[in-house]
Structures are given as C-alpha cells and as structure tokens.
C-alpha cells in the first residue's frame, strides 16, 4: 500500500472519529440523540452540567478537527504542517493520561491506548519525511 493511501486512511478515519464523537456531543441538548448514545456522555461528565458544557465546546473542536482533516485529505499535498501539528495534539492528548492533573503518573492499558494515535502520527510522519515522492 503506498503512504499517500496510508496517510489519507489515517486521516479519515481520524476525521470520522472527531465528526462523529464531536457532533454527538453538541446534540445532547436538542433531543436528537439516542438514549444509548446519550446516557454514556452523561455518565462520563457525572451528570455535571457546567462538566456537559466544556464537553460541548471541547466537541466543537473536535467536529472542526474533523473536518479539517477531511480538507486535508482532499488537499494532501499541504498536509504535512497539518500532519505533524495533529502529532503534537496526540502527544499532548497522551500526556494528559499518562499524567493526571494532580501530577500523578499512571501507566496502565488506558493510557497504552490514549498513545496510540501518537505512535501511528509520528510513524506515517517520519515515512513521510523519508519518502522521495513526498518532496
């Protein structure tokens, strides 16, 4: 399979990941969405609605994240500045569970996990920046 297929692969499925998790959030309010899709969200904020809120504008970030990223795969040839910020995101993303705000390290199959996006970014990354075709 050749990187160019890898990376757009990468990002759609990212992006899919970011529109469906973002626009999941922002219907919470407006009984749109299914008790089963709804009542994890709430579990997840404990039922805190000051909680719910920074979720719905964290998931506003995420639904234009998505589709930036569905841009990118359009326009693929300026996606390397995009590639390695959507890295940075991830590191930070997996920082923030392997260190918890009270400074705790935590090393456990969660945190693994929540690293993984890294790993995949920064993998398609340097093959890229390896790549010839890529120049």
Known sequence: MKLKAIA???YGLFGAL???AGVSV????TGLLPEAIKNPIINVAHGDLN???ITQEFASLLVFAGLITFWFIR???QS???HWALTT???LFA???WFDAHGTFHSATGQMINTIPFILFVVVGLLRSNARSER
């Open 8 to 10: 757009k692969l990468l």
């Open 18 to 20: 970011f529109l469906i």
């Open 26 to 29: 922002m219907l919470l309010g």
């Open 51 to 53: 909680t719910l809120h």
């Open 75 to 77: 326009h693929y040839e």
């Open 80 to 82: 390397k500045p995009f």
């Open 89 to 91: 995101f991830w590191a």
């Open 95 to 97: 920082l923030a569970h």
